[in-house]
């Protein structure tokens, strides 16, 4: 979609249309970018979303002069998903539940806790790796976007990402069989600082 | 090109598209429900700093106009005494008022026709308040307003010469006194001047007749300085020991601030 497409310059009416356009049209895939980013907490993700939506509107006639507004408005919402983070990181790192026996390949209950156990492992990275795994992985962005949106190099990129990954596979182990070159077996259900 | 994704990257990927949720329901309208607190939260704050300003401008200009209407500040030694703008925040700013029985021929210069728009009382001139209206004579028809009730205390300084060889006592009426006092030294540090730090009563004793001339004449000058309620009226006695009545006037502090 773009709805910068629809002129360089649009009326009020025309930008409050534009921008419910845009809400129905993104709110489910920015929602569950907010809710990823957050650490699947629900309210805060809600809050999140609706403040860095809010923020749009306000400007969203010269977002929509750069083209498609969803890539500025995700940026919006991961620098604000970092600021909120930056407010909250005194907060300690909660340890997971133990797993117990790792989920057996081909088992959809283990596969659902599989999931859920990256995810939440997901939540306890620092936000700016966090950032780069929901852009990288949910938004499918390459490293190069990755870069652009969250304004840092790609060698910056690459190295968060490689930290973040290196993390997750202490805290998440692999699902089935020890992964290549990973040289890390299965937590014991606790996260380990590094 | 893309690399090939390894085991852990699949899964997590897979785990986020997993994640994926409906938005909460009502999100257009939370958000303008948002939009309309922000818009409030920005006029609040819009109203707020116009009434600050508003507050703040008309004693500011005012004490700006004073200036340019007599030629700037005296040089010389007003070098050594602050300029006479005021505010009841800055009360540290404010001039002296000269002790009782100091002699200065003068303290700089005022417009040669000063005393056109200064109103008199004995040998004591009001500079420039016929102009500003900041002291008027008493009027024998009924008595001043009082305090103006939610006033609050502002100080006000002005310039008053007295001619050579007279004594002036300025007291303020018994009734004034809750609302009104002349100050005698600014030396309050940087808090603001409460009633109780000013006089009731201040003698100006100009320089004896034989001194030379100043730059305003023969005269002495003085900056007079003073709390006031603001919007009040107070009437001040003016004595000297050639009267045989004290002269009469009231000191004034507007609305819109002090004039000076």
Same mark, same amino acid.
């Given at each position: 979609?773009? $709805?910068?497409?629809?002129?360089?310059?649009?009326?009020?009416?025309?930008?409050?249309?534009?921008?419910?356009?845009? $809400?129905?049209?993104?709110?489910?895939?920015?929602?569950?970018?907010?809710?990823?980013?957050?650490?699947?907490?629900?309210?805060?993700?809600?809050?999140?979303?609706?403040?860095?939506?809010?923020?749009?509107?306000?400007?969203?006639?010269?977002?929509?002069?750069?083209?498609?507004?969803?890539?500025?408005?995700?940026?919006?919402?991961?620098?604000?998903?970092?600021?909120?983070?930056?407010?909250?990181?005194?907060?300690?790192?909660?340890?997971?539940?133990?797993?117990?026996?790792?989920?057996?390949?081909?088992?959809?209950?283990?596969?659902?806790?599989?999931?859920?156990?990256?995810?939440?492992?997901?939540?306890?990275?620092?936000?700016?790796?966090?950032?780069?795994?929901?852009?990288?992985?949910?938004?499918?962005?390459?490293?190069?976007?990755?870069?652009?949106?969250?304004?840092?190099?790609?060698?910056?990129?690459?190295?968060?990402?490689?930290?973040?990954?290196?993390?997750?596979?202490?805290?998440?182990?692999?699902?089935?069989?020890?992964?290549?070159?990973?040289?890390?077996?299965?937590?014991?259900?606790?996260?380990?600082?590094? | 090109?893309?690399?090939?994704?390894?085991?852990?990257?699949?899964?997590?990927? @897979?785990?986020?598209?997993?994640?994926?949720?409906?938005?909460?329901?009502?999100?257009?309208?939370?958000?303008? +429900?948002?939009? %309309?607190?922000? /818009?409030? +939260?920005?006029?609040?704050?819009?109203?707020?700093?116009?009434?600050?300003?508003?507050?703040?401008?008309?004693?500011?200009?005012?004490?700006?106009?004073?200036?340019?209407? *007599?030629?700037?500040?005296?040089?010389?030694? @007003?070098?050594?005494?602050?300029?006479?703008?005021?505010?009841?925040?800055?009360?540290?700013?404010?001039? *002296?008022?000269?002790?009782?029985?100091?002699?200065?021929?003068?303290?700089?210069?005022?417009?040669?026709? =000063? %005393?056109? &728009?200064?109103? +008199?009382?004995?040998?004591? =001139?009001? #500079?420039? @308040? +016929?102009?500003?209206?900041? #002291?008027?004579?008493?009027?024998?028809?009924?008595?001043?307003?009082?305090?103006?009730? &939610?006033?609050?205390?502002?100080?006000?300084?002005?310039?008053?010469?007295?001619?050579?060889?007279?004594?002036?006592?300025?007291? #303020?009426?018994?009734?004034?006194?809750?609302?009104?006092?002349?100050?005698? &030294?600014?030396?309050?540090?940087?808090?603001?001047?409460?009633?109780?730090?000013?006089?009731?009563?201040? *003698?100006?004793?100009?320089?004896?007749?034989?001194?030379?001339?100043?730059?305003?004449?023969?005269?002495?000058?003085?900056?007079?300085?003073?709390?006031?309620?603001?919007?009040?009226?107070?009437?001040?006695?003016?004595?000297?020991? *050639? @009267?045989?009545?004290?002269?009469?006037? /009231?000191?004034?502090?507007? %609305?819109?601030?002090?004039?000076?």
């Amino acid at each position: 979609m773009s $709805v910068g497409d629809q002129g360089d310059v649009i009326g009020a009416e025309d930008a409050a249309a534009s921008f419910e356009y845009f $809400v129905d049209g993104s709110s489910a895939r920015l929602f569950t970018m907010a809710l990823l980013l957050t650490g699947r907490q629900r309210v805060e993700a809600e809050d999140l979303l609706q403040g860095v939506l809010e923020r749009a509107y306000r400007r969203w006639r010269r977002i929509c002069q750069n083209g498609d507004p969803e890539p500025y408005v995700r940026q919006m919402l991961v620098n604000a998903s970092v600021d909120r983070w930056r407010l909250l990181r005194r907060r300690p790192e909660e340890p997971l539940p133990a797993a117990g026996a790792g989920p057996a390949a081909g088992d959809q209950a283990s596969e659902i806790a599989d999931r859920d156990l990256l995810l939440r492992a997901l939540a306890l990275l620092p936000a700016g790796q966090r950032a780069v795994l929901v852009l990288r992985y949910f938004n499918d962005l390459s490293e190069a976007q990755t870069a652009a949106t969250l304004g840092c190099s790609v060698g910056s990129v690459k190295s968060q990402a490689s930290r973040a990954l290196a993390r997750l596979r202490v805290i998440a182990g692999p699902a089935a069989g020890p992964e290549p070159g990973s040289g890390a077996g299965r937590g014991d259900g606790a996260v380990r600082h590094e | 090109m893309r690399c090939v994704m390894s085991d852990l990257e699949r899964r997590l990927r @897979a785990a986020m598209i997993a994640a994926a949720e409906q938005p909460p329901a009502g999100l257009m309208q939370a958000i303008r +429900r948002r939009h %309309r607190r922000h /818009i409030r +939260r920005v006029g609040a704050a819009c109203v707020a700093a116009v009434a600050a300003v508003a507050i703040a401008v008309p004693p500011v200009a005012h004490a700006l106009r004073a200036g340019h209407a *007599t030629g700037g500040q005296p040089a010389g030694p @007003a070098a050594t005494r602050p300029a006479p703008a005021l505010s009841s925040s800055a009360p540290a700013a404010v001039p *002296t008022t000269p002790s009782a029985d100091a002699c200065q021929p003068s303290v700089g210069q005022l417009a040669s026709n =000063w %005393r056109d &728009g200064s109103l +008199r009382a004995g040998p004591v =001139w009001f #500079v420039y @308040a +016929r102009r500003e209206g900041y #002291v008027r004579l008493a009027s024998s028809a009924g008595a001043p307003p009082g305090p103006h009730r &939610g006033g609050k205390p502002e100080v006000g300084v002005m310039i008053v010469e007295v001619d050579y060889g007279f004594r002036a006592v300025l007291t #303020v009426a018994a009734s004034a006194r809750p609302y009104f006092r002349f100050l005698d &030294g600014f030396t309050n540090g940087s808090g603001p001047y409460p009633l109780r730090d000013g006089l009731d009563s201040l *003698t100006l004793a100009a320089c004896p007749r034989g001194t030379p001339p100043g730059d305003n004449g023969r005269v002495s000058d003085y900056y007079l300085g003073f709390i006031i309620k603001r919007g009040s009226e107070a009437p001040v006695a003016v004595r000297t020991a *050639t @009267a045989a009545r004290p002269v009469r006037v /009231i000191f004034t502090c507007r %609305r819109r601030g002090c004039n000076t």
